[in-house]
C-alpha cells in the first residue's frame, strides 16, 4: 500500500489564484479530512468526511472547497489564494470514522505559499 | 475536546527511557487518550492510544492514572529518530476531529 498521498509537495500561487491540493488513500478507508499546519503552530481541521458523497466542516473551512466522489480521493479546492493561506496542509485516512477504535494516517503534506 | 497540558519541550539522553507527561483532568468516562508525533514537519504519525487501563505496542507505552485526569508517555529506549514533537490529544467522543495543541517537543541527545 502507498498509504495516504498528497500531491503536489510544493505550490507557490499569486493572491486571487485557484487551485486544487491532491489527496488519495488506498486503503479503503471511510474517513478522510484536511489539516493545516501554520509555522509553529498545531494542527488546525478545515474540512473532513465520513464516506464517499459526505462532507462537513471543521474548524477552519472558510476559503477552502471539498468533494468526496470517491472512497480513494478527498480534494481540496481553494477558490481564491490569499496569502493567510500559506501553510502547510496535511490530509489524513482513517479506516472506519469511530471514535476510541481507530488511529489516523497522515499523509506527507503540500507546503503552500501564496504571494 | 478535553483540553490537555503538556510541557514545552523536554530532553531525553540517546538510550534512556523518555517520559512524557499530559494533563487532561475534563477528560469523560468515555474519552480515549491518542498520542501522536510529528518529525520535523513530515506528516503526523500515531503512536499510541488507550481508555482507562496501561497500553503497550511495539513503539510506546502509555500509562493512565486511576483518576484518568493525566498519562504518561514512555518510549522505552530514545533514539536519535525520536527527536519530535509529541501530542496528546483527546478527542471528544463521537467526534472526528483532532485538535492539535503545540504538544512537547522531545529532544534525543547523544
Known amino acids: 500500500n502507498a498509504g495516504v498521498t498528497q500531491t503536489p509537495k510544493f505550490q507557490v500561487l499569486k493572491t486571487g489564484q485557484s487551485m486544487t491540493l491532491q489527496c488519495a488513500q488506498d486503503m479503503n478507508h471511510e474517513y478522510m479530512s484536511w489539516y493545516r499546519q501554520d509555522p509553529g503552530m498545531g494542527l488546525r481541521l478545515i474540512h473532513y468526511s465520513v464516506g464517499a458523497g459526505i462532507t462537513d466542516q471543521g474548524e477552519v473551512p472558510n476559503g477552502y472547497n471539498v468533494s468526496r466522489s470517491t472512497t480513494e480521493d478527498f480534494p481540496l479546492r481553494l477558490l481564491s489564494a490569499a496569502p493567510s493561506q500559506t501553510s502547510v496542509y496535511f490530509c489524513?485516512?482513517?479506516?472506519?470514522?469511530?471514535?476510541?477504535?481507530?488511529?489516523?494516517?497522515f499523509g506527507p503534506g503540500t507546503r503552500l505559499t501564496v504571494t | 475536546d478535553a483540553k490537555t497540558t503538556q510541557p514545552p519541550s523536554m530532553d531525553c539522553a540517546e538510550g534512556r527511557a523518555a517520559n512524557l507527561p499530559c494533563n487532561h483532568s475534563t477528560i469523560s468516562g468515555n474519552e480515549y487518550v491518542y498520542w501522536y508525533r510529528q518529525i520535523h514537519s513530515q506528516g503526523p504519525q500515531y503512536i499510541i492510544h488507550g481508555l482507562k487501563n496501561n497500553e503497550t505496542n511495539e513503539m510506546a507505552s502509555l500509562i493512565i492514572t486511576e483518576d484518568r485526569k493525566s498519562s504518561t508517555l514512555i518510549l522505552p529506549h530514545a533514539t536519535l529518530r525520536d527527536t519530535a514533537v509529541y501530542y496528546c490529544?483527546?478527542?471528544?467522543?463521537?467526534?472526528?476531529?483532532?485538535?492539535f495543541g503545540k504538544g512537547t517537543k522531545l529532544s534525543v541527545i547523544p
Open positions: 489524513a485516512s482513517s479506516p472506519r470514522p469511530r471514535q476510541g477504535t481507530d488511529e489516523q494516517y
Open positions: 490529544i483527546v478527542p471528544r467522543a463521537g467526534s472526528y476531529q483532532l485538535t
